[in-house]
């Protein structure tokens, strides 16, 4: 089955499946068509999420990797989420907890979180360790873009 996510229409309520190709993507509301905006917050994803919208995405990705007791992971979240408002449609933000999704940390050689990847058309083109500004990874995503 391909992943899709859950996504709730702000004029019905509906919840609105929506595959992993289209989450960059406006969209309509399967009930009332009211607008449905693309995906503007980050997604927290497991592996076969990852794998799903990385591998399907038609826009950059983004993918931070931290875990719940990381300090620095915490400092970033906020820029995280605020970068993923602004590149709502031009790219895409991931979430992995790297202690819930250890298989897919090791299979990328994340050793120290925060750790930020950006995929293009399923590639690694950036990859960087520590906390970052948010507008360097808004750079990062407009150069892969």
């Known amino acids: 089955m391909a992943y899709t996510r859950l996504l709730t229409c702000a004029g019905c309520g509906t919840q609105n499946r929506i595959p992993a190709r289209f989450l960059a993507s406006a969209g309509k509301c399967g009930v009332c068509k009211a607008a449905l905006a693309p995906l503007g917050f980050p997604l927290d994803v497991d592996e076969a999420g990852f794998d799903a919208i990385v591998g399907a995405a038609?826009?950059?990705?983004?993918?931070?990797?931290?875990?719940?007791?990381?300090?620095?992971?915490?400092?970033?979240?906020?820029?995280?989420k605020e970068l993923a408002r602004e590149m709502a449609g031009k790219a895409i933000v991931l979430k992995?907890?790297?202690?819930?999704?250890?298989?897919?940390?090791?299979?990328?050689?994340?050793?120290?979180?925060?750790?930020?990847?950006?995929?293009?058309?399923?590639?690694?083109?950036?990859?960087?360790?520590?906390?970052?500004?948010?507008?360097?990874?808004?750079?990062?995503?407009e150069g892969a873009g």
């Open 58 to 80: 038609k826009v950059p990705v983004l993918v931070d990797f931290w875990a719940e007791w990381c300090g620095p992971c915490k400092m970033a979240a906020p820029e995280v």
């Open 96 to 141: 992995v907890d790297t202690d819930a999704n250890q298989a897919l940390g090791a299979r990328f050689r994340v050793q120290s979180i925060p750790n930020f990847m950006v995929f293009k058309e399923g590639q690694v083109v950036k990859q960087q360790a520590g906390v970052v500004p948010r507008a360097m990874m808004r750079g990062w995503l």
